[in-house]
């Protein structure tokens, strides 16, 4: 799982950060989340290392604002298309995803810290309510190679996307911030990253 990056004002001092909720939210679907180092350069080694069987792509900073997380989230999608594996993305994880495809970003209104509805296939034709967090997006036209849109927010920005060929699945509100989280975006992930070795049963450590 990625993480974002931050700067410390005052001090020589970048450090990796991720909301807990959303490590929390992942464990509590059955899932061992693992942050990932974004200063670590030797992707290579690292991803064999570690052997993931799905990445997360997080929410948190612009593309083009901390190269050493672009360079980490290029090469853990490159591993992920080599091998099959799930990918999901939140918010600049989207993003990311459609820029990795060769897709494009266009600043947006109306979309930071703001609830608002989107429609579907992913959400259902009634569609539903989601949070929002962002100032970049992507619509139709900006679409990167293979994926395609699955579910839009009323002014027709892209809220979700699917790649045509490969597992995985972007979206641009943030799961983690409801609280509760819904039972729409749990069956979500369950039904994304389940399948994969990384499930875990509470049980046997308890």
């Known amino acids: 799982m990625s993480q974002r990056c931050d700067s410390v004002a005052g001090r020589d001092e970048v450090r990796d950060a991720l909301d807990v909720h959303l490590s929390l939210l992942l464990w509590e679907l059955g899932f061992l989340p693992m942050p990932m180092a974004s200063a670590i350069n030797d992707h290579g080694e690292y991803l064999e290392a570690l052997m993931p069987d799905a990445v997360v792509l997080s929410g948190g900073n ?20 080599a091998c099959r594996l799930p990918v999901l993305g939140i918010c600049r994880g989207m993003q990311m995803i459609n820029h990795h495809q060769g897709g494009d970003l266009r600043p947006v209104s109306g979309h930071v810290a703001v609830r608002h509805r989107v429609s579907g296939s992913l959400v259902g034709t009634t569609g539903r309510e989601v949070n929002s967090y962002h100032d970049q997006g992507v619509l139709d036209a900006d679409l990167g190679n293979d994926l395609e849109a699955k579910a839009w927010s009323d002014d027709g920005a892209v809220e979700a996307l699917r790649h045509r060929n490969w597992p995985w699945l972007g979206i641009m509100w943030h799961p983690e911030r409801d609280s509760p989280v819904t039972e729409a975006d749990q069956r979500l992930i369950r039904r994304h990253l389940g399948g994969t070795a990384l499930s875990i049963s509470k049980g046997a450590h308890s």
Do not use: K, N, W, Y
Not at 63 to 81: K, S, V, Y
């Open 62 to 81: 612009d593309i083009g604002q901390t190269p050493e997380r672009d360079c980490l989230e290029t090469a853990l999608l490159i591993h992920a298309a």
